[in-house]
């Protein structure tokens, strides 16, 4: 099993910024990948980033490349998303995803069938 704590989300203006930190627990192979998800209402869920936590390779959508980073602090079990120039249409529930299992890859890192475990999630809203 594996437990996802999000923290970090809030309320910005346009051109602002955010941090969302992901806390990982639970059996290490089990998250291995971690990755940011996102889901505006009446939208498809949409990945953002992911890492492959043991060799620190990192994968970010399209949509966010040159505005979001994703890093880990690994003495703190957490994977970090970090937005910045942030738009209106970055407004959504953002989840922190996890994933992998003994002796396999990744694979996609902002595919959701990476992943196994999923958090509760955190709302960001971008909004003057």
């Known amino acids: 099993q594996v437990q996802l704590v999000e923290s970090g989300g809030g309320s910005v203006q346009p051109g602002g910024s955010l941090r969302l930190s992901c806390a990982a627990s639970?059996?290490?192979?089990?998250?291995?990948?971690i990755g940011w998800f996102r889901q505006a209402p009446g939208k498809e869920r949409e990945g953002v980033a992911g890492?492959?936590?043991?060799?620190?390779?990192?994968d970010i959508a399209d949509s966010v490349k040159g505005r979001f980073t994703i890093s880990q602090d690994n003495a703190k079990n957490t994977v970090y998303l970090q937005m910045n120039s942030l738009k209106p249409e970055d407004t959504a529930m953002y989840y922190c995803?996890?994933?992998?299992?003994?002796?396999?890859?990744?694979?996609?890192?902002?595919?959701?069938?990476?992943?196994?475990?999923w958090g509760q999630g955190t709302q960001v809203t971008v909004s003057s």
């Open positions: 890492i492959y936590v043991s060799v620190d390779m990192t």
């Open positions: 995803a996890a994933g992998g299992r003994l002796g396999a890859n990744c694979g996609s890192l902002t595919s959701p069938g990476t992943y196994n475990y």
């Open positions: 639970g059996y290490i192979y089990s998250r291995k990948c």
